[in-house]
Structure formats: structure tokens, C-alpha cells
């Protein structure tokens, strides 16, 4: 053949390969998600939203489900009619309700799904707002017996990376603890407990602005149309529908990280500081590492020199030489009398 | 019911524990963390009298200074690296050409007569000698010696704690393809061997950073494909320019190739740590140790056992079984033809696409033990396809020729061109690791997914290329 053909065709079964194999969009990964059963599916997302709406006290009835599961009603009436027959709902004048045994397959559910989010924060670098989406399809998968061996592999969570609570293998399910954000008052501490996941648009701009589990905030302004707060040295507005998806418990304490806090970037070649914590930014195996190389509070650290290539920078910190990427660097707080920034 | 109490008694234990765990919260972790240090540093400061700076810390400051500052760092890093490649292509010269003189020349021929004298059946004497024992003899010949030099010299740069600054110089470029700046240093070592620069991986403690050095450390062109790079050169670009810049322009292309293996390695990380290994997790964390003298006694000894012993070990559990591989698919006939010459005729169309031809592709599947023992079974493969007397011992013996004109001569006959040699050039760098490295990346990830993936995705890569060049160098030609 002509090689002019044989580059068209050559380029024609490149580009086929990469449609194929392409990790998101590819027919492959298509193909994998059109053979899981939906009506199973179906039957699980339903249960875990009418657990949530009872969890939260709220009611749910048809509407409601078809809402949530993004599917019209009479899809909805069909599902809540097989829920039904298989007796893990009760139904009463419209509002629906989790029978005894629907409970505890809603709350197997939700457990895997919760661990499967905590595994995915502290055992790999998948991004935050693709935990829950990876989660809605794991607890699908998974069994029983690997969520326990999950679970034993983790250490046996007792919290999702969001804050919600972890059910036991037997059902258990702890109550949840403290107020909505917009209810803290102006001046007052507060420490992020629970961050909701959904609907995704929303949690996503949360993670955009920065907030994590576990930070410590200090209310400034609160209004109808706004609310600001302070947290790791930051000032943040949010909108109070975002405000209200995330949960704080009030606190005494300052962590003393306030917007004059320096970070290490701000270290210039010689100087000296004190670290006073790690962003809950940085969380997983890194946060873990840092600790491990004696990077706590209290500890001093000295610019030692930068590389050939500028980053990284190489610090001393309790007698060893390490070396820390600009990115991890801008996660340390420190504070100390040779800080210019001060 | 004593062992109900018991149950319910653990039970009760590990709902109080998750009581307490869901009261104290996420931070309860850092806390205890942060106890200890300051527990550790309030004991540390009452019993541990500081010395002052002395005279050797003043020493390594300096150095530091000079390998890590921008003007003097990088230099002195590629300076090092020639002078320690350079060291291990002249030295292993001479000590490589007597071991093949000895284990080639000397004992085969013997091995051969004393078979030949007990009257040995003629199938098992070329078996087991022309096969089993040549194979190993030319892999223990090529290998041996330059890696019984550049790996004590690489230790020895580690011991003394250079190592670890070149990693911390070259993070920003590894950083920017997803990966660790230690990959810098494992590649180097996979220009020793593609094995040890797998199990130099070990250094990188990050899972995601540590995958990535090992499926990309085939890039960096190893001991056994320089002399098939250098040869093919030599042959089809040297022989392409006017005589008295043959040496330049051959030398120029073995660089370029092994330039264009580092470029690969950056690629494929980042490609690697964007699609199939962006979930795996990874910790960056980096210590500069201070400068000691290297114990070369010490580094000679751990060198030669750990890793030149070690990895020329199990070469040669591959290159037996390979070398009776060899040896049959030349031997035995099917009708008319040997299995060889079948599987040759068979894929000669297919591999001509690729600017190769039948009996590369057949070398390449059959040598996959040892890229040293690739050029002798394309050679012995083309003088018994191609019928030329009086070169070579035969059907199923690799050989190699001492004079570079006479294997251009051989292989001029076997139907090659300037593209093939460009296309093996590429091939070479650009195929699947050799079985050694393959078992040390299953021994070393445990894990069948990342060595099937290591072992196709050069390939894939390597036929794609090829593919590409020959069909524009036909179209432009």
C-alpha cells in the first residue's frame, strides 16, 4: 500500500485506541458503567435518600425521590412500589418511611460509602470533589465482607472526611453534633465538623475557597446576604446557602493562626522561625510525612538554601536538612522575631 | 457463656473507643503527634549539650553551596555523569573482550570437542552448549564488567551524599511531569541497567512517585542497548556522511537516542501521573544528608553482591532458557522450513510497516532475556536464512563479528537499508524491558497490572514511532 494511506490509516487506529482507552470519556469506561444493574442502583440511592431525609428530619415522598435521583415520577412510584414488596419501606398517605430492615441495608450503604471517601482522603491523592462521586459508585460495588477489610486496613474510621459519621458494621450510627455555620456570632470560634457534598456545584466552590475539615474559623460578619469569617489567615465571604452546608462546633481556643500568620514561603535564606501548625489543607500521606520529619507546632525551622532549579527549598529542622516543595512550604504557618512580614 | 462475656466485653470496649474517637475528633491525631515531639524535645534539650559549628560543617555548607547554586550546580552534575559513563565504557573494554575470548573462543569450542568425544547425540550437545551455554556466556561477557564498574561508582557518589543533591536540583523539572526529583537518580541508574534502576526505585517512598520511576526507567537506554546503538550507528548513519565525520555524526545519533530516551521517561510521567496513576497516593518528602566519606571497601563489597552479582543472577536464569529457545526454533524444521524461518516469512510484511522486518522482530521476542544477545541472534538468524557460507557456526549459534564492515556486509545482505537501521535504533530504545527487568518490576510492585502495563506500553509507543517514521520517510523518499 501507498504509505499515505497507511499514515491515514495509522493515524485513524491512534485515534480510535485513545477513544477507547480514554479514562473518563472512553467507550471502555462506558461500556463498564452501562453493565452495572440500575435497577439496583435505583433501589439504593432511594434508600439512602429517604435515610437522609429522616436523618435530617425532614419528610420524603415521590416528588421528593424523583428529585433526588434525577428520574420522572412514575419511575419513582415504580421504585417505591418494589421497595415496598420487598419490605424496606412503609408507605402512609404519601410520605414514605424506612421499615426496620430497609434501615440497616440503607445504613450498609452508607457505610461503605463513608469509608470508601475516607480510604479515597487519607490513602490517595484523588481530588476532594471526586471522593463522592467515585463513593456513589463503590458502594454499589463492594461487599460486606471487603468494606470490613476496607475498614480494617484504615484503622476503623470513625468519621468521613466531610464529618459525617461512619455507621458500625452493626447499624450504628452516632448522632450528629454541632450548629450551622450562619449560627455562630460575630467574634466567636468555631471548628468546621461537617461539610455537605451535595449537591456537587455548591461543594465545589466550597473546596474552591479553600475550606477543609477540621479548620478552625472566627466569625467577623454575619447578614442576610452575607457571611465572612477568618480562617488559616484568610478572610472568606460566602453566600449563606453555601454557608449553610457546612456545620461548626463552637470552641474557646485559638489555634493562633490569624491573617497575619506567615506561611514558610515567606522564610528568607538564613532566617529562623517557629511552626505553628500545618493547613488542613494538607492532609493523607503528606500531612503524615510532614509530621513524621518533626514539622509540628512548637518546632524551629531555619532557611538553609535553595536548589539549583529554585524549587525545592532545603530547611533545618531538628537537626536534619530537608528539603520541602514550594506548594507543601505554602501550607506551614510559622511565626518568629526574624519574620519581616510580622 | 464464658465466652459470650467475653464477646460482649470486647464489644463494649470498641463501641467506648468509637465513642471517645467520635468526641475527640479528626485533630486527635496531630495532637498526640505534636505531644510527643515536645515530650522527645524537652528530654533531648535537658540531657544533649550542643557542640559548636566545627570545621566540617563549615565544609559541607560550602559544598552545598557549589552543587545546589544555579550557575554551578547543573554543570558539575553532567560532568560527574560523563566522567562516570566514561569510566565504565573504557574500562569495561578490556576485561568484557577477555571474558568472551575465554567463555566464547576458548571453552565452547573445548565444550563442543568433548561432547563430540563422549559422543554426546548431536541434538543435545547443540542444545545444551550451542544454546544454554553460549547464552549464558555472552550475557555473563557483556554485562559483567560495566556493571561491576559503574555500580560501585554510583555507590560510591551515594555514600558520600551527592546523590541526594542532584535529586534536590533536578525536583523542579520532575515536579512539573507529576513525579520526584529521585527519579533523576534511578534513571541514571537504569543507564547501568534497567533491573538495578527498578530496585533503585526503593529510594522513593512516595507510592505514585515510585510507580512512575519504574514503568518509565526502560527509557533510559541500558549497558545492553549502547553497543547495539553504537554498532547500527556506526553502520547506517556513520556510513551515510562523508568518512571523516562518521565518528562525530555516529556518536552525535547514540546521544541523540539516548537524549530521546530522557524525553520519553518526562513524557510518559506525565502522562502517567495525569490518567492512570493520578489516584495513587503520594508524599513528597526529600532529606539532604550530610556529606561523609564514602567507605569504598565497604561500597565495593555491597555493590558487587547486592547489585551486580544480584541482578547478573537472574540474567542468567533467563538467558538459559532463552539460549535453548534459540537454539530450537533454528533447528527444528516444520516441512521444508525451521520454526524460525516460518515465523519470519510470516512477519515480514507486518514488520516491514514498521521499517523492521521479520528477523528483528523474531530476535526481539526471542532474546528478551538480555538485550546484549539481540545483535548476535539477528546476525546468526540472517547468514542461515540468507544463506551466506562461511560466516557464522551454524543454524541456532549466535555469533558476532569482530570487524564492523563485515557485519555491515551481512546485514546490507539480509535486505537492510538506512530506514531499518533507524527504525532498529528506535525500536531498541523504545520496546518492552528485558524478562530480568520485567521479573524485578513484578518482584518489586507485586502487582500484575504494572508489569504487563511496563511491559506494553514501550512497545506501543516503540510501534507507533516507528511506524510514523518509516511511513514518512517512504512518503518523502
Known amino acids: ?342 | 457463656m464464658k465466652g459470650n462475656a467475653i464477646m460482649s466485653n470486647k464489644e463494649y470496649i470498641i463501641k467506648d473507643a468509637d465513642d471517645l474517637r467520635w468526641e475527640l475528633g479528626e485533630n486527635f491525631h496531630d495532637h498526640i503527634i505534636e505531644s510527643v515531639y515536645n515530650e522527645a524535645g524537652a528530654i533531648a534539650a535537658k540531657v544533649i549539650i550542643q557542640k559548636e559549628e566545627s570545621k566540617k560543617f563549615h565544609f559541607d555548607q560550602w559544598l552545598d553551596r557549589l552543587v545546589t547554586s544555579r550557575l554551578t550546580g547543573f554543570p558539575i552534575m553532567f560532568l560527574l555523569l560523563a566522567i562516570v559513563f566514561w569510566i565504565t565504557i573504557e574500562g569495561s573494554n578490556i576485561p568484557s573482550g577477555l571474558l568472551a575470548s575465554l567463555l566464547v573462543d576458548t571453552i565452547h569450542p573445548e565444550l563442543k570437542l568433548l561432547a563430540q568425544n563422549i559422543g554426546m547425540p548431536v541434538w543435545i550437545n547443540g542444545l545444551l552448549i550451542d544454546g544454554a551455554y553460549l547464552a549464558m556466556a555472552w550475557v555473563i561477557a557483556v554485562m559483567l564488567p560495566p556493571m561491576a564498574i559503574f555500580f560501585p561508582l554510583f555507590t560510591l557518589l551515594e555514600d558520600f551524599g551527592y546523590l541526594p543533591r542532584v535529586a534536590f536540583n533536578m525536583d523542579n523539572l520532575y515536579r512539573r511531569v507529576g513525579a520526584h526529583g529521585k527519579q533523576a537518580l534511578t534513571m541514571s541508574m537504569g543507564f547501568g541497567c534497567n533491573a538495578a534502576g527498578v530496585i533503585a526505585t526503593r529510594i522513593i517512598d512516595s507510592p505514585r512517585e515510585r510507580l512512575i520511576a519504574i514503568i518509565t526507567n526502560n527509557f533510559s537506554l541500558c549497558n545492553g542497548r549502547w553497543p547495539t546503538q553504537i554498532l547500527i550507528a556506526t553502520i547506517f548513519i556513520g556510513g551515510a556522511v562523508p568518512a571523516h565525520l562518521a565518528g562525530v555524526v555516529s556518536a552525535g545519533a547514540v546521544v541523540g537516542i539516548a537524549l530521546l530516551g530522557v524525553l520519553f521517561s518526562l513524557v510518559v510521567s506525565w502522562g502517567l501521573s495525569n490518567t492512570v496513576l493520578k489516584g495513587e497516593a503520594s508524599a513528597f518528602s526529600l532529606e539532604l544528608p550530610p556529606y561523609r566519606p564514602p567507605r569504598i571497601l565497604q561500597t565495593l563489597y555491597t555493590s558487587l553482591i547486592d547489585r551486580t552479582i544480584f541482578v547478573l543472577w537472574r540474567a542468567i536464569i533467563f538467558a538459559i532458557p532463552a539460549g535453548l529457545v534459540i537454539w530450537l526454533v533454528s533447528n527444528v524444521d516444520i516441512g521444508e522450513y525451521s520454526i524460525a524461518e516460518h515465523f519470519i516469512n510470516w512477519s515480514n510484511p507486518f514488520a516491514l510497516l514498521f521499517g523492521l522486518n521479520g528477523i528483528i522482530l523474531l530476535a526481539y521476542i526471542i532474546a528478551i532475556p538480555a538485550n546484549e544477545i539481540v545483535i548476535p541472534t539477528i546476525l546468526m538468524l540472517t547468514v542461515t536464512t540468507v544463506n551466506i557460507v562461511g560466516v557464522g557456526s551454524g543454524a541456532g549459534v549466535m555469533f558476532e563479528l569482530d570487524s564492523t564492515a563485515d557485519t555491515a556486509e551481512i546485514l546490507f545482505s539480509g535486505g537492510w537499508s538506512a530506514l531499518t537501521g533507524i527504525s532498529l535504533m528506535l525500536f531498541s530504545l523504545l520496546h518492552n524491558p528485558c524478562s530480568t527487568t520485567l521479573y524485578t518490576i513484578y518482584k518489586e510492585t507485586h502487582s500484575w497490572k504494572w508489569t504487563v502495563v511496563s511491559a506494553f506500553l514501550p512497545i506501543a509507543i516503540g510501534l507507533v514511532v516507528c511506524f510514523f517514521v518509516t511511513q514518512i520517510w517512504l512518503l518523502v523518499a
Open chain 1, 1 to 342: 500500500m501507498e504509505p499515505l494511506s497507511l499514515l491515514i490509516i495509522g493515524v485513524v487506529i491512534v485515534l480510535f485506541v485513545l477513544l477507547l482507552l480514554h479514562p473518563r470519556k472512553g467507550l471502555l469506561n462506558f461500556f463498564k458503567k452501562s453493565k452495572r444493574d440500575s435497577t439496583r442502583v435505583l433501589i439504593e440511592d432511594s434508600l439512602k435518600h429517604i435515610y437522609d431525609c429522616e436523618y435530617n428530619k425532614s419528610a420524603s415522598d415521590i416528588n421528593s425521590i424523583a428529585g433526588n435521583l434525577n428520574i420522572s415520577t412514575d419511575k419513582a412510584a415504580k421504585v417505591i412500589s418494589k421497595l415496598e414488596d420487598m419490605g424496606l419501606v412503609d408507605v402512609k398517605s404519601n410520605k414514605v418511611s424506612l421499615s426496620e430492615s430497609g434501615r440497616s441495608y440503607a445504613l450498609r450503604i452508607i457505610r461503605i460509602h463513608r469509608l470508601w471517601e475516607r480510604y479515597l482522603a487519607d490513602r490517595t491523592s484523588v481530588g476532594e470533589t471526586e471522593w463522592h462521586s467515585s463513593a456513589e459508585e463503590a458502594e454499589h460495588i463492594l461487599t460486606d465482607d471487603q468494606a470490613n477489610e476496607l475498614a480494617a486496613q484504615i484503622g476503623n474510621p470513625v468519621i468521613d472526611p466531610h464529618g459525617d459519621p461512619i455507621p458500625t458494621s452493626k447499624g450504628e450510627i452516632k448522632e450528629k453534633r454541632g450548629i450551622p455555620l450562619s449560627k455562630l456570632s460575630v467574634g466567636e470560634l468555631g471548628r468546621i465538623v461537617h461539610i455537605e457534598d451535595e449537591p456537587q456545584s455548591v461543594y465545589s466552590q466550597i473546596v474552591a475557597s479553600g475550606i477543609h475539615s477540621g479548620m478552625q474559623v472566627r466569625m467577623t460578619e454575619v447578614s442576610k446576604n452575607k457571611i465572612k469569617f477568618i480562617t488559616e489567615g484568610e478572610e472568606i465571604i460566602l453566600s449563606p446557602l453555601i454557608a449553610s452546608n457546612l456545620t461548626v462546633l463552637p470552641e474557646q481556643k485559638s489555634d493562633e493562626i490569624s491573617e497575619n500568620t506567615p506561611t514558610l514561603i515567606f522564610l528568607k535564606p538564613g532566617e529562623e522561625a517557629v511552626v505553628v501548625g500545618i493547613s488542613k489543607a494538607c492532609r493523607g500521606q503528606q500531612r503524615r510525612r510532614l509530621m513524621d520529619l518533626g514539622i509540628v507546632k512548637g518546632t524551629k525551622i531555619k532557611y538553609v538554601m535553595e536548589s539549583a532549579g529554585k524549587d525545592p527549598v532545603a530547611y533545618e529542622v531538628r537537626g536534619a536538612i530537608v528539603a520541602l516543595r514550594k506548594a507543601q512550604a505554602a501550607q506551614i504557618f510559622i511565626s518568629g522575631k526574624g519574620l519581616s512580614n510580622v
